[in-house]
């Protein structure tokens, strides 16, 4: 299952999360996200505001949830699911135009 998680890192925080994710290596972050059992789809920020998103997959939402609290004395997490162009016709195919 697909998660979107939109972040908005606290303004009083915003200097140890800077220094906290410029400082991780790729390894440590793929490490962070698999300890979870959590896999990136993508993830994108908006530096100067503090702000992102990223897709996220995985089979269980205990596990999402968990990856969200390493990140939650720093940052307000919103997450919701998600889905890709063939699933959603189909749920709409089925659901709502039958």
Same mark, same amino acid.
Do not use: H, K
């Given at each position: 299952m697909l998660f979107q998680i939109d972040y908005s890192?606290?303004?009083?925080?915003r200097r140890d999360?800077? !220094?906290?994710f410029g400082t991780f290596t790729q390894e440590q972050l793929d490490?962070?996200?698999d300890d979870h059992g959590v896999e990136l789809i993508g993830r994108w920020h908006c530096v100067g505001e503090g702000t992102g998103t990223m897709i996220v997959e !995985?089979?269980?939402a205990t596990k999402f949830a968990a990856f969200q609290l390493a990140w939650a004395a720093v940052c307000d997490?919103?997450?919701k699911p998600v889905m890709t162009?063939?699933?959603a016709r189909e749920a709409i195919q089925k659901y709502f135009m039958a």
């Open positions: 890192v606290f303004q009083a925080s999360a800077l !220094t906290a490490s962070l996200l !995985t089979d269980d997490m919103r997450a162009d063939v699933p």
